[in-house]
């Protein structure tokens, strides 16, 4: 019995030393991650630069491409995969586009039609590999959406935090704790950089670039100029956030006036498509004259040409930028 006894408490004592074990364990792999988070976001070249953050980004572009010549495409597929917030590596990006290629492609084989089987299989390989990037682009898009919506509430909460006594790096700490994500994950990346050691110009240069918003370039301006010059800086970021809010609303009012404009432009987009369709499928016979004779297919091929060039103007028309 009393072999028993020891026997159970020397299970439940590994038991526990085995939970405590694996608990350290997970909690410095925790400090190990966001120390590594901390380090990834300072620059690896210790050298100080003059950084320029009023000239507009495609101006920069041009500049590295006549120095630099053109630039990497890894680069920008990693910095397209880095602003939409995918957890996503080049090499994941390319496998997958790949993986998509081969199955549409293979896919196309199982067709019982023998025409332009190779032609076709390539078509729709190449539109199956596009899926990805058009998925990776959809959701960059969207996050910037969204840090665009969350930058006048941060201005305002480090507007405010300034006004109440607390420094600006603090300030910075706070919003990056306070504001959701994705913008306090930007938010404390920055903070991160200044707290490691990096220049403000530095770390506002790499915010700015992880963050492609032209409100984010007069964020930055707005901080350099104010310690270049003086000035009140908590009214600046208030009126910043203002002006901001004011462009929101202009845009919605865009929008909304322009919707007429897009209701229409999908109604005779979609008009066309809708009517082959019912044609097709209540009266079979009644188009097959058109699809086998010549000048019925140049005739197709002409309307498929000018819905193309009319959409592609009503877009044009009615895309208003603010």
């Known amino acids: 019995m009393t072999m ?14 085995l939970s405590i074990g694996v608990g350290l364990r997970f909690n410095e792999s925790r400090r190990r991650g966001k120390l590594i988070n901390m380090l990834r976001t300072v620059t690896e070249d210790g050298e100080e630069r003059h ?14 491409r006549s120095a630099l010549g053109s630039k990497d495409f890894n680069e920008k597929l990693a910095k397209l995969l880095a602003e939409s917030g995918l957890d996503w590596t080049v090499q994941r990006f ?22 332009l089987m190779l032609v076709r299989a390539l078509a729709v390989g190449l539109i199956g590999a596009g899926i990805p990037f058009f998925w990776v682009n959809h959701k960059r898009s969207k996050r910037l959406d969204e840090l ?29 704790e306070e504001i959701a994500d994705p913008l306090g994950q930007e938010f404390r990346a920055l903070f991160n950089e200044l707290n490691l ?41 208030n009126r910043l956030s203002h002006i ?12 909304a006036v322009s919707a007429h404009g897009r209701m229409t432009a ?19 016979g009644y188009l097959e004259p058109m699809f086998e004779d010549p000048t019925g297919k140049q005739i197709i091929a002409a309307g498929i040409v000018a819905q193309v060039i ?10 208003i930028k603010v």
Do not use: W, Y
């Open 148 to 176: 665009e919506t969350q930058l006048p509430d941060a201005l305002d909460f480090l507007s405010r935090s300034m006004r109440a006594g607390h420094a600006f790096s603090i300030s910075l700490e706070m919003v990056g």
């Open 244 to 255: 901001i809010r004011e462009r929101f609303r202009l845009k919605g009012q865009v929008k």
């Open 94 to 115: 390319v496998i997958t586009s790949g993986v998509v290629f081969v199955l549409g492609a293979a896919a196309t084989f199982l067709l019982p039609s023998p025409d």
């Open 266 to 284: 999908m109604i005779l987009t979609l008009l066309p498509i809708g009517t082959l369709g019912g044609l097709l499928v209540t009266s079979p």
């Open 4 to 17: 028993v006894f020891v026997f159970c408490f020397l299970v439940i004592l590994a038991a526990l030393l």
């Open 197 to 237: 050691g990096a220049s403000l110009d530095r770390a506002l240069d790499g915010f700015g670039q992880r963050v492609p918003l032209p409100d984010v370039r007069f964020f930055s301006s707005a901080v350099l100029l104010q310690r270049q010059t003086g000035g009140n800086l908590s009214e600046i970021l």
């Open 51 to 64: 950084v320029n953050l009023l000239i507009d980004p495609e101006e920069r572009d041009k500049r590295n």
């Open 310 to 319: 009319g959409n592609f103007f009503i877009r044009k028309i009615i895309r």
